[in-house]
C-alpha cells in the first residue's frame, strides 16, 4: 500500500492561501476549481483539448469558481480566461490549492502538489501509466483521457465536487 502524501501545512499557511484565494474569486464561501493546465512533453494536452473542457466546465458548473494556477512559464492553454495565480514558493502554491474544492490537472509534481494538501484531485493521464502515477490519497483519482470522453469527464468531476 502506499501511504498518502502530506505536505503538513501549518495553520498560518492554510489561512494565507485563503487570502491569496479571496484575491482571485468573487466569492470564498462559492466551491472554486483549481485547474493547472500545462504538463511537459508529451504528459500535456493541446490548448484546443483544454478550451473544449473549459467550455464544459463553464457550462456545467456556472455557478462554481474556477482559478487557474501557472507553471514557471506563465502559460494558460484557456487563455488567461480565468483568474491565475503563480509563485515559486511550491509551499504558497499548495496553501492556496489547499483552500479550493477541486483540483484537475495533467500527470506533474503540481498535481502530486494538490493531493499532498488533501484536496480531491483528478490527474489527467494520455501517455504516462495512470495506475502507477496516480494521485494517491482519498477522494482522487486518475482519469486516463484515451478511454474518457469530455462528457465522462465531467461526471467524474460532478461526483468530485459534490454537485
Same mark, same amino acid.
Given at each position: 500500500?502506499?501511504?498518502?502524501?502530506?505536505?503538513?501545512?501549518?495553520?498560518?499557511?492554510?489561512?494565507?492561501?485563503?487570502?491569496?484565494?479571496?484575491?482571485?474569486?468573487?466569492?470564498?464561501?462559492?466551491?472554486?476549481?483549481?485547474?493547472?493546465?500545462?504538463?511537459?512533453?508529451?504528459?500535456?494536452?493541446?490548448?484546443?483539448?483544454?478550451?473544449?473542457?473549459?467550455?464544459?466546465?463553464?457550462?456545467?458548473?456556472?455557478?462554481?469558481? !474556477?482559478?487557474?494556477?501557472?507553471?514557471?512559464?506563465? =502559460?494558460?492553454? &484557456?487563455?488567461?480566461?480565468?483568474? $491565475?495565480?503563480?509563485? %515559486?514558493?511550491?509551499?504558497e502554491i499548495g496553501a492556496l490549492i489547499r483552500?479550493?474544492?477541486?483540483?484537475?490537472?495533467?500527470?506533474?509534481? !503540481?498535481?502530486?502538489?494538490?493531493?499532498?494538501?488533501? =484536496?480531491?484531485? &483528478?490527474?489527467?493521464?494520455?501517455? $504516462?501509466?495512470?495506475? %502507477?502515477?496516480?494521485?494517491?490519497?482519498e477522494g482522487s483519482l486518475a482519469v486516463n483521457?484515451?478511454?474518457?470522453?469530455?462528457?465522462?469527464? !465531467?461526471?467524474?468531476?460532478?461526483?468530485?465536487?459534490?454537485?
Open positions: 500500500p502506499i501511504h498518502d502524501l502530506d505536505l503538513k501545512l501549518s495553520q498560518s499557511e492554510i489561512k494565507m492561501g485563503k487570502e491569496i484565494l479571496s484575491k482571485l474569486v468573487k466569492s470564498i464561501n462559492t466551491k472554486t476549481i483549481c485547474l493547472f493546465t500545462h504538463a511537459r512533453d508529451e504528459k500535456g494536452f493541446s490548448e484546443k483539448w483544454w478550451m473544449e473542457l473549459y467550455n464544459r466546465l463553464k457550462k456545467e458548473f456556472a455557478d462554481i469558481n !474556477i482559478i487557474e494556477v501557472l507553471p514557471g512559464e506563465k =502559460i494558460s492553454n &484557456i487563455s488567461f480566461s480565468e483568474p $491565475t495565480f503563480y509563485s %515559486k514558493n511550491v509551499r483552500n479550493t474544492s477541486l483540483f484537475i490537472g495533467p500527470h506533474s509534481d !503540481i498535481m502530486h502538489l494538490a493531493s499532498a494538501v488533501q =484536496i480531491p484531485t &483528478i490527474g489527467l493521464f494520455s501517455s $504516462t501509466d495512470s495506475n %502507477k502515477y496516480e494521485p494517491y490519497n483521457t484515451n478511454y474518457y470522453s469530455n462528457n465522462e469527464i !465531467i461526471k467524474i468531476i460532478a461526483q468530485r465536487i459534490d454537485c
